[in-house]
């Protein structure tokens, strides 16, 4: 019963996800965890918003932040591999 009450949290956060509102897609996405801490699904869509809504919340010019990334990386091996240079 458990297990059915997290699939309805990470389904929440999902469609909370699709509306853009992060805020209440983590909500969902933790309480998911909670419930059903050894799903690896609800840990891995937790751990994809944590990263966006990270990046929207501390990011004030993204396209700024990429830039950079790029920049850093074009120089070395790691630009080719992981960016597709």
Same mark, same amino acid.
């Given at each position: 019963m458990v297990w059915m009450q997290a699939v309805v949290e990470k389904d929440l956060g999902n469609t909370a996800y699709k509306k853009k509102d992060f805020e209440t897609a983590?909500?969902?996405?933790?309480? @998911?965890? #909670?419930? #059903? %801490?050894t799903n690896i699904i609800f840990r891995n869509n937790r751990a994809g918003e944590f990263s966006l809504y990270f990046f929207i919340l501390y990011c004030d010019n @993204? %396209?700024? &932040?990429? &830039?950079?990334?790029? #920049?850093?990386a %074009? +120089? +070395? @091996?790691? @630009?080719?591999g992981l960016l597709k240079i």
């Open positions: 983590m909500k969902h996405y933790n309480k @998911a965890v #909670d419930l #059903d %801490s @993204a %396209s700024l &932040c990429c &830039c950079d990334t790029i #920049d850093l %074009s +120089g +070395g @091996a790691l @630009a080719f």
